[in-house]
Nanobody
């Protein structure tokens, strides 16, 4: 019914930049919030950044380096990552809470398949 497709991951040197994109499609009525999470090998999945309406929040480890934004017309979420560090290496997942046209009063949580970001030192 609803799908999130991430893109933009890859290999980059420390200090470099990448922009991740997450396109939402399907039977969406409205989007409540969207966010980026990441999971490094052997570690738990953690919140990187989230956006709800015009409010954003960031993990302390990425503040000042990452910027989350959203194009409501395209139902697309972005994560601009600057000054990347080796410790940013992880699989990055897009997350969304939305309601469907077929069930407008229930929030549904959706995850993307993930995109790998590797930062070399």
């Amino acid at each position: 019914q609803v799908q999130l497709v991430e893109s933009g991951g890859g290999l980059v040197q420390a200090g470099g930049s990448l922009r991740l994109s997450c396109a939402a499609s399907g039977n969406i009525f409205s989007i409540d919030s969207m966010g980026w999470y990441r999971q490094a090998p052997g570690k738990q999945r953690e919140l990187v950044a989230a956006i709800r309406s015009v409010r954003t929040n960031y993990a302390d480890s990425v503040k000042g380096r990452f910027t989350i934004s959203r194009d409501n017309a395209k139902n697309t979420l972005y994560l601009q990552m600057e000054s990347l560090k080796p410790e940013d290496t992880a699989v990055y997942y897009c997350n969304m809470f939305c309601s469907l046209r077929s069930d407008r009063y229930r929030l549904l949580e959706v995850w993307g398949q993930g995109t790998l970001v590797t930062v070399s030192s």
